[in-house]
């Protein structure tokens, strides 16, 4: 079992930049591959960012290559940096787990956080 609690959403002008948390734990989440989805109003939940177990590799959409980074460190925070953001940015942010490998598919993450939403105004 994983618990992911996310972080830090809020309220940001465009060119602005918001660095999201997600508190994971558990026994074995050092296993879990931890990845970024993102949920605007009346769109189906899409993939942002994705780090590996190991932390060695990452994955990203192709409409935040550039813009956004991930990373954890070794208490199994994730970090979603989002630099450069766009009033296309808004929406809904989750923190969701897998085992070892990053995916950029939804169907393949086991858990999910509740969570944090993101507004990006022009």
């Known amino acids: 079992q994983v618990q992911l609690v996310e972080s830090g959403g809020g309220l940001v002008q465009a060119g602005g930049s918001l660095r999201l948390s997600c508190a994971a734990s558990?026994?074995?989440?050092?296993?879990?591959?931890l990845g970024w989805f993102r949920q605007a109003p009346g769109k189906e939940r899409e993939f942002v960012l994705a780090?590996?177990?190991?932390?060695?590799?990452t994955v990203a959409a192709d409409s935040v290559k550039g813009r956004f980074t991930i990373s954890r460190d070794v208490k199994n925070t994730v970090y979603l940096q989002m630099n450069s953001l766009k009033p296309e940015d808004t929406a809904v942010y989750y923190c969701?787990?897998?085992?070892?490998?990053?995916?950029?598919?939804?169907?393949?993450?086991?858990?999910w956080g509740q969570g944090t939403p993101v507004t990006v105004s022009s």
């Open positions: 780090i590996n177990w190991l932390g060695s590799s």
């Open positions: 558990g026994r074995t989440v050092s296993s879990y591959a």
């Open positions: 969701a787990a897998r085992k070892y490998s990053t995916s950029s598919d939804v169907h393949e993450y086991d858990y």
